[in-house]
Antibody
Framework: EVQLVESGGGLVQPGGSLRLSCAAS????????MSWVRQAPGKGLEWVAN????????YYVDSVKGRFTISRDNAKNSLYLQMNSLRAEDTAVYYC?????????????WGQGTLVTVSS | DIQLTQSPSFLSASVGDRVTITCRAS??????LAWYQQKPGKAPKLLIY???TLQSGVPSRFSGSGSGTEFTLTISSLQPEDFATYYC?????????FGGGTKVEIK
């Protein structure tokens, strides 16, 4: 059974940093692109970043470029999101998700999410 | 960035109704469109990918169509478990944007 379990969320002050982790199991992690998607309280979904199977390609939404870094450790079946210079508008539930095999064909498995709250 | 506009943003329907949700892209995205269902407090669930391909395990009452800039998600006969919020997502170019969502509520 495919499982994605996020951790690392919490309360952080504006300007602070946080590192999210996503532990993957039940599939060959190194064979898939992986994404982070967030959802602010009561709002819609926002795609944040993704990373290629070997980590050689990474893409970000403009609002997090230069502040967030996506990475992965295929030996540990883990995905990460390093978040620096956090702002109030980064407050959201952060989901990690697996991209379907096949070019640009959707996110077929999602974790349960981890809440990040940026507030003083 | 490619903008996705969903309509309506809210709809009220009864069990058994046929429901159609539209997603319009600000520029052509071929068939690189996915649809998701999200229930309160839960992660989204993939329903349709490549605009019209049903994800494994999704009931056949869900269907998708369209290409280019206009897409639709249709639920042929609304069931109680279908009351949720639906999102489209384009995967044609970065960033992979989502539509604003359509909340389907019980009439």
């Amino acid at each position: 059974e495919v499982q994605l379990v996020e951790s690392g969320g919490g309360l952080v002050q504006p300007g602070g940093s946080l590192r999210l982790s996503c532990a993957a199991s039940g599939f060959t992690f190194s064979s898939y692109w992986m994404s982070w998607v967030r959802q602010a309280p009561g709002k819609g979904l926002e795609w944040v970043a993704n990373i290629k199977q070997d980590g050689s390609e990474k893409y970000y939404v403009d609002s997090v470029k230069g502040r967030f870094t996506i990475s992965r450790d295929n030996a540990k079946n883990s995905l990460y999101l390093q978040m620096n210079s956090l702002r109030a508008e980064d407050t959201a539930v952060y989901y990690c998700a697996r991209e379907r095999v096949g070019y640009s064909s959707g996110l077929d498995y999602w974790g349960q999410g981890t809440l990040v709250t940026v507030s003083s | 960035d490619i903008q996705l506009t969903q309509s309506p943003s809210f709809l009220s329907a009864s069990v058994g109704d046929r429901v159609t949700i539209t997603c319009r892209a600000s520029q052509g995205i071929s068939s690189y469109l996915a649809w998701y269902q999200q229930k309160p407090g839960k992660a989204p669930k993939l329903l349709i990918y490549a605009a019209s391909t049903l994800q494994s395990g999704v009931p056949s009452r869900f269907s998708g169509s369209g290409s280019g800039t206009e897409f639709t998600l249709t639920i042929s006969s609304l069931q109680p478990e279908d009351f949720a919020t639906y999102y489209c997502q384009q995967l044609n170019s970065y960033p992979f944007t989502f539509g604003g969502g359509t909340k389907v509520e019980i009439k």
